[in-house]
């Protein structure tokens, strides 16, 4: 079987470009490599290549394709070539496109998904930021692009220290209130394959950020979940909009005061889903995407 870990030019080995978390790219698709063993191949290329070297696999994962917020649009239109030229996409262009745009959010809020409290303005600025603090009755929020990864535009402000009169994030934008628990005890993640759960980790951010991620000092530590917390990461599972599981899930929730988990973000297009923390995680994602193949070719 021959798979396509589809990259971009700030993760592919090599590139000048590289970011300084693209290690994560490298751990990752050694994960699947080992999983997969003799039984295929995994070639690391460039989403943006032309069509003709891509066409020719039978699988294309979203591996590390984490310029595509940049080109949404571009990004969309060349999975549904992908998969209208016959190879199987993971996950699928629907889901990418569903998940794309950060208002499936308010989908899930609808739901009864446990979420946290949201404000969607068109675009944001200080009287955005100053209603609310009063909405959500707190002293400091966070805002973020509807269409991003990565915390990349992302802001927190509180009322002592508000955006100056000039700041303006001119897109659709969320802004939540902030909760303490990501400081505190960390974002929780729970790692799905083909709707089984592999793992769950624990992030936690460097010392006087928010921020979790890897880029900005953040670390992780594995979990052995409470039922109960797991169960409340497989129920946002259960409320995907999709007859069928994503071949890939990593469900990212934050306690509430109530000791409730809420979800912050399903990610089903190109999360890193650590597979350091989750010894059987490469099987499992080969035996998946196999699976997948097999299931195409009958």
Known sequence: ????????????????????????????????RE???AR????????????????????????TPWDYTEAKDEFLTRLDTLEAAGVVVANPAKVVRWNADKLYLRELAEAGVPSIPTLWPGSAGPTEIAQAFDQFATDRVVVKRRVGAGAIGQDSFTRANPPAAEWRLDQPAM????????????ELSFIFIDGQFSHALIKRAAEGDYRIQSLYGGSEVPLDPAPADRA????????????????????????LDSGELAVIE??????????EQGPRFGAMLAEAM???IQAAAT
């Not at 080995?13 to 490298?26: N, Q, V, W, Y």
């Not at 802004?175 to 960390?186: N, S, T, V």
């Not at 409340?232 to 306690?255: E, K, N, S, T």
């Not at 399903?266 to 597979?275: M, N």
């Open 1 to 32: 079987m021959k798979i396509a870990f589809l990259a971009c030019p700030t993760t592919l080995p090599g590139s000048p470009l590289r970011r300084p978390d693209a290690f994560e790219h490298d751990l990752l698709i050694g994960a699947l």
């Open 232 to 255: 409340a990461a497989q129920a946002v599972m259960a409320a995907l909009p999709f007859a069928q599981p994503p071949l890939y899930a990593r469900i990212d929730m934050v306690r």
């Open 266 to 275: 399903a990610e089903l297009i190109e999360p890193y889903l650590y597979p």
């Open 40 to 63: 295929g191949e995994v070639t690391a290329i460039d989403w943006h290549a032309p069509l003709d070297q891509l066409t020719g696999f039978d699988l294309a994962y979203l591996g």
């Open 175 to 186: 802004i939540q209130p902030f909760l303490p628990a990501i400081q505190h005890e960390g």
């Open 35 to 37: 999983g997969l063993g």
């Open 290 to 292: 196999l699976g997948r």
